[in-house]
């Protein structure tokens, strides 16, 4: 195979490449945090808008790296002038690859803290964009606050310093900008977090007043923040994929990506300087993404809690494999249909019977290798966000839930800590010694897994709840999930 170079994009067979000419692309978005999402998501809608036409070529994408890790991504898309490759795997076996020339610059910025900051103040630089990780925002989990004493943010409040946080760049730029008389960008956050634009603004102006209070009024005043639901499931690049994107392209990718092929991008129209055509590669830009956000959290996130603690105790290992056991995937199924569905609002614009049906083939897809532990592990921090407000919200309609009561039960009986089969269960889980007490704890005292109003509000209180709970509790002890599940859904 070639090197992926621009000069090798003729010889380039097995894989799409771009059409447009990346010579007249300029800059518009500088993105923090090009990882496997990122480049597998909005740079790839960004691909598309270049492929659109001419109109577009103003919102090419400078990637930043902050972290000593980045060095490696400095060290791939440097030598290949930000080009690289997509690879989607599709759940009957087809595979596309495509070259996606959206990066068309990058910088690690330890190299150069000062040529990341002028990037950023740049007149033509419009919005800058995060994929961080929920944790680089650097805010509690429990009283939601900005972690002032994280030692990168006491850093990068010295004066002069060169910054190392997000924050202390973004901050700096804008400052720069005021002073020019130049227009403050977006920042538009692309994490997996809900409100992730509120988010963002509360922790980049709680950074600036403490750099600067006068300079936090201005960013407060000017900078906006939209709110985004993103979706794209897109595992770490597995070992293989260099080698299998060179015998099916041709080229050699220094690090390729792999995603599956569902994709979907809500973004609220909030921009301060300008957007892209967003709705001309396929993004929803919408007034409120609210809708969107609890369609994901209760369908998608909530679904993967009805599979997984069932597939746990079956002795599953991978997600695709428990999505084709009948049952489990009909448990999933009515979950969602019978008990997450009703709880939402109309969420305009989509088909819900179809969403469902596409998470049920999502969920299938074996190409992308999903685990089952992968989505037990922190169960408690998930549950209470995703599947107790669901259950809340049918009592409160004076519905049911008993599908999503069994899976609290099922969680209950996997925190015991051995599945159907007797073997054991690691509790992957920053609660899990508690967890493990209070499940052992429940053979005695019935409601000791539930009677927690941090992570169930007063559920344990209402027998909505607290019957079906109880009865499959015990049921799953005595008889085992297989024999549960049917009961289950015969019903
Ligand atoms: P990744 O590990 O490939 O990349 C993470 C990137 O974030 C790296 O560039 C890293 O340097 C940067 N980063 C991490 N901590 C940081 C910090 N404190 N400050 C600045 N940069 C930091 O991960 P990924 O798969 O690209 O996922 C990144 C995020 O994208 C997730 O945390 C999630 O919020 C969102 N997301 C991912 C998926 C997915 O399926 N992978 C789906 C939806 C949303």
Avoid at 5 to 25: E, F, K, N, Q
Avoid at 40 to 65: F, K, N, T
Avoid at 232 to 237: D, E, K, N, S, V
Avoid at 429 to 440: G, I, P, V
Wanted: charged share 25%; with cysteine; net charge negative.
């Amino acid at each position: 195979p070639i090197d992926l170079t621009p000069s090798a994009l003729p010889a380039v067979s097995g894989a799409a490449v771009p059409s447009y000419d990346r010579a007249v692309v300029r800059l518009g978005i500088v993105h923090f945090g090009v990882g496997g999402f990122h480049r597998a998501h909005q740079a790839a809608y960004v691909d598309r808008l270049l492929e659109s036409g001419p109109d577009a070529a103003g919102w090419g994408i400078c990637g930043v790296g902050l972290r000593p890790a980045d060095a490696a991504m400095r060290d791939a898309l440097v030598p290949q002038s930000g080009l690289y490759t997509l690879t989607l795997k599709h759940p009957d076996g087809v595979v596309e690859t495509s070259v996606i020339g959206a990066i068309v610059d990058y910088l690690y910025a330890p190299d150069d803290p000062e040529a990341v900051i002028e990037r950023l103040a740049a007149p033509e630089t419009r919005i800058v964009s995060l994929t961080i990780t929920e944790g680089g925002y650097n805010f509690s989990a429990t009283t939601g606050d900005f972690d002032a004493e994280n030692p990168d943010v006491r850093h990068d409040l010295e004066p002069g310093a060169a910054p190392r946080t997000v924050f202390g760049y973004v901050t700096e730029a804008l400052r720069r900008r005021r002073d020019r008389g130049l227009a403050a960008f977006t920042v538009m956050s692309c994490d997996n977090i809900e409100g992730n634009g509120h988010v963002a603004r509360r922790t980049v102006t709680a950074f600036a007043r403490l750099a600067d209070p006068e300079l936090a009024e201005w960013i407060s005043e000017h900078v906006r923040f939209p709110n985004s639901m993103v979706d794209r499931i897109t595992p770490a690049t597995p070992d293989g994929l260099r080698a299998e994107v060179a015998a099916r392209a041709g080229v050699d990718d220094r690090w390729p990506v792999v995603a599956e092929p569902f994709t979907q991008w809500v973004l609220e129209d909030a921009f301060g300087a300008g957007r892209p055509r967003f709705e001309d590669a396929g993004v929803q830009v919408v007034d409120d993404v609210a809708p969107y956000e609890l369609m994901k959290l209760r369908l998608l996130n909530a679904g993967h809690q009805a599979l997984g603690h069932f597939a746990r105790l079956l002795g599953y290992e991978y997600v695709h494999d428990a999505a084709a056991d009948p049952d489990v995937r009909e448990l999933l199924r009515r979950y969602m249909q019978e008990e997450g569905r009703p709880t939402l609002r109309a969420v305009p614009g989509i088909d819900l019977d179809d969403y469902i049906d596409t998470l049920l083939e999502r969920f299938s897809n074996p190409a992308i290798a999903d685990t089952v532990a992968r989505l037990c592990q922190d169960a408690s921090d998930r549950i209470p966000k995703w599947l107790v407000p669901v259950i809340v919200a049918r009592l409160d309609d004076g519905a049911a839930a008993p599908l999503a009561a069994a899976v609290v039960a099922a969680w209950t009986r996997g925190c015991e800590g051995f599945d159907d089969a007797g073997a054991p269960i690691t509790l992957n889980d920053r609660e899990a010694e508690a967890l493990a007490r209070r499940a052992l704890g429940s053979r005695t005292e019935l409601l000791a897994f539930v009677a927690v109003p941090d992570l169930f509000g007063d559920l344990a209180e209402r027998p909505g709840f607290s019957e079906p709970y109880l009865a499959t509790l015990a049921a799953l002890r005595e008889k085992g999930a297989r024999v549960v599940l049917r009961d289950l859904l015969a019903r």
